[in-house]
């Protein structure tokens, strides 16, 4: 099989350069190893009417990575507009953050049916397509559209919500219906995939059987394909990080200090404000733990210049000072605040330097940083991660120290705990997440989505077509060639 990945961002693959985010981060590793294309943006726009979509491709690993410049016109609205100020809070059941255009809406369309044209290249005979993430929920629908018939998997990397937040964006109807072309649609949790066969159901009145949904498209399967790391390579990358020079300053500078980490992109859905307010918290209810224990917090840039994001770097900025001006002594800061990416080389240093790993959103599709916080711990005297409740990653990590971040007092407590459990205990709670991690690696979350994707190619060939009363289509009308959607 000639696999096609396709994501809005990719990563070079770098050694040394931050990741930019889970996505990139998770799938480099394998996709590398695997053979396959990997298609994105390149961060680049390119104007006028691209006939033929300008890729950069260059070699990955035993496969390709192609890099394709979007629509200069379409590009704001796609990314910035639909894709992250409409879906990404409502998938993170932010729907007060909503704000969504028509505008923005048919860039999003128009960026989805360029990329399907722009995959037509990458298409041979034996190909299959695995689609990534929520900027490209019509791509399936558009490729049925240019006439593939071969096999197309989705996996979604965030949450998928509760059918009345989803509801909240505009033209939602019709982009599920569009979500419906893909074979096989996968989610980070069983409650993902529930909350969007409920939505089918109840809102599509479609007929589910078994976790295949049933369209004019034909079959869909959704299933839970939990995303996972390399727990084996990311240890060992801690182990070799403990001479960086970052690392080694980072320990000198703590004098026998117990550190508290967390690493995010800078994003309203890490509840940074609520992880910043309980530790406040903490030194104002534990006065011991002033100048014992500190918070290291990086806080990587992003989506800059989406209001939402600008308002919250402000905001976090605002509120470290506030606490380390309160807390703070001439020569003891509480809060270490660095607005900057680190590459996973050192970063598995400084999570392996840190008792206690902090990983706190109100809302995330898994969380890796909370599996790398578990992976680069010295098993002798391992750390302790302090989990939401909310991120997709509890679900396996059910022995850290579970929290509601809404719970500021309570996760205050939490934290103080963690700094000062006993070394029994923490070996215990940390070795059972690594046998959950070594359960579900990387490699094997790829394997199992190839499989369920080639799985599902079968079943087409061997069932005879579903015919279903149609469902509601959105209404298509050429303009200059381009997709339009009413
Ligand atoms: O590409 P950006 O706009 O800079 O954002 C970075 C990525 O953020 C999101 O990551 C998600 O994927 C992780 C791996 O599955 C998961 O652990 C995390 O919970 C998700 O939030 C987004 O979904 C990606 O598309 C972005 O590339
Ligand atoms: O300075 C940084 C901050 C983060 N990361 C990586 O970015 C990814 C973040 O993924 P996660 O799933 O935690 O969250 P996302 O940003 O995708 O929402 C992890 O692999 C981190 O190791 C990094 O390389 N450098």
Redesign the pocket.
Known sequence: MNLVVV???VSRGKPNEPM???????LLPIVEKSGAIWVGSSGRVRDGNQKEPFAEVEALGTGALAMLDLPAAHYGGY?EGF??SAL?PA??SRADLIRASQEDYLSYREVNAFMARALLRFRKTDTAFWV????FLALGAELRDLGVTEPIGF?????WPARSVISGVPHHRELIEAMLAYDLIGF?TEEDCENFVSYAQSDLGLVVHDGVIISRYGRTRAAVFP?GIDPKQFAQLAMKASTHPDVSRLRRSLNGEKLAIGVD?L?Y?KGLINRIKAFDRMWTLHPSLARTASLLQIATP??GAIEAYGNLQSEVAKLVTDVNGQHGEVDWTPIRYLNKGYGQAVLAGLYRTAQVGVVT?LQ??????AKEYVAAQNPVDPGVLVLSKF???ANELDTALLVNPHDIDGMARTIAMALSMPLTERRMRWEAMMAKLRGHTIQQWFADFTEALHDCQLDKSELAPVMTEPALWPVRSATNGGARYH
Do not use: K
Request: charged residues 15%; neutral net charge.
């Open positions: 994501s809005n961002r930019t985010g889970g996505l990139a981060a998770a990314y894709a992250n990404w998938l993170h990534q993430d929520y900027h996996f979604l990397h965030t949450p980070q995303i992109r994003d859905s992003s989506r959103p995330d599709g898994m969380n890796l940083v991120a997709g990653a």
